[in-house]
């Protein structure tokens, strides 16, 4: 009686299940990577707005220059007020480079008033920036008129250009701040989120922990209900 012959090998079905449980831990693993990649890049750009503001912060204390930060959903430009251009410039410091997001992340940010203020520091620092303006188009008095008008046209031109694109947020020499809240978060999981706030007085709190005491808190007030 011949013995049966065994058969060598797998069989279709037994690859197949390996095919799909390499598939599915490939999945895992590319997953929780992913994951563990988006919270080290939101670490380290929340690390790095916050540098960007105290350091924005300093230089117009100490150099007594206007400073401003320029945002988008996509990042953020450090900008310094040249007097001599009548314009916001940037920065020509390595430590305050533009700065774009990675592609991951995004970021959103709310300008909060003052209770008892009634101007904002952006309409300050637009009307210096004016007052810039003038001052320099005054010292063309002696030039013949032509050339008057041809740099009064450029003047309106320029500042037409920075009305959609004027920055946010400013740092007066006096250590004034633009009260802002950061919020720098995942697209895809908007609940991993980090948020900074700055004061009027350029101090960096988190607003999501407790305040300690009443003085601690900051009182804002949204804009829109100034506007309501």
Same mark, same amino acid.
């Given at each position: 009686?011949?013995?049966?012959?065994?058969q060598?090998?797998f069989?279709?079905l037994?690859?197949?299940?390996?095919v799909?449980?390499?598939g599915?831990?490939?999945a895992?693993?590319a997953?929780?990577?992913n994951?563990?990649?988006?919270?080290?890049?939101?670490?380290?750009e929340?690390a790095?707005?916050?540098?960007t503001?105290?350091?924005?912060?300093?230089?117009?204390l100490?150099s007594?220059?206007?400073m401003?930060?320029?945002?988008?959903?996509?990042g953020?430009?450090?900008?310094v007020y040249?007097r001599?251009?009548?314009r916001f410039?940037?920065?020509?410091?390595?430590s305050l480079?533009?700065?774009?997001?990675?592609?991951?992340?995004?970021?959103?940010?709310?300008?909060?008033t003052?209770?008892?203020?009634?101007?904002?520091l952006?309409?300050? &620092?637009?009307?210096?920036? /004016? =007052?810039e $303006?003038?001052?320099d188009?005054?010292t063309?008095a *002696? !030039?013949?008129?032509?050339?008057?008008?041809?740099r009064?046209?450029?003047?309106?031109?320029?500042?037409?250009?920075?009305?959609?694109?004027?920055?946010?947020?400013?740092?007066?020499?006096?250590g004034?701040?633009?009260p802002?809240?950061?919020?720098?978060?995942?697209?895809?999981?908007?609940?991993?989120?980090?948020?900074?706030q700055?004061t009027?007085?350029?101090?960096l709190?988190?607003?999501? &922990?407790p305040?300690?005491? /009443? =003085?601690d $808190?900051?009182r804002?007030?949204?804009?829109?209900? *100034? !506007?309501?």
């Amino acid at each position: 009686m011949p013995l049966a012959v065994r058969q060598a090998g797998f069989t279709l079905l037994e690859i197949l299940v390996v095919v799909m449980l390499v598939g599915l831990l490939t999945a895992v693993i590319a997953t929780q990577g992913n994951w563990t990649s988006n919270d080290s890049y939101l670490d380290q750009e929340s690390a790095r707005l916050q540098d960007t503001i105290a350091l924005l912060n300093e230089r117009s204390l100490f150099s007594g220059q206007l400073m401003a930060l320029r945002l988008k959903g996509t990042g953020w430009e450090p900008l310094v007020y040249d007097r001599l251009e009548a314009r916001f410039l940037p920065v020509d410091d390595t430590s305050l480079a533009p700065r774009s997001l990675p592609p991951s992340l995004e970021m959103e940010w709310q300008l909060d008033t003052l209770e008892d203020d009634q101007v904002s520091l952006k309409q300050v &620092a637009r009307s210096l920036v /004016e =007052e810039e $303006r003038m001052m320099d188009t005054s010292t063309l008095a *002696d !030039e013949d008129e032509e050339r008057e008008e041809d740099r009064g046209a450029e003047q309106s031109v320029e500042q037409g250009d920075d009305e959609d694109d004027f920055p946010q947020v400013f740092f007066f020499p006096s250590g004034e701040v633009t009260p802002v809240t950061l919020s720098v978060r995942v697209i895809e999981d908007l609940d991993q989120e980090q948020r900074l706030q700055v004061t009027a007085l350029g101090r960096l709190l988190d607003p999501d &922990a407790p305040p300690r005491d /009443e =003085e601690d $808190r900051p009182r804002y007030r949204d804009r829109e209900e *100034d !506007e309501e």
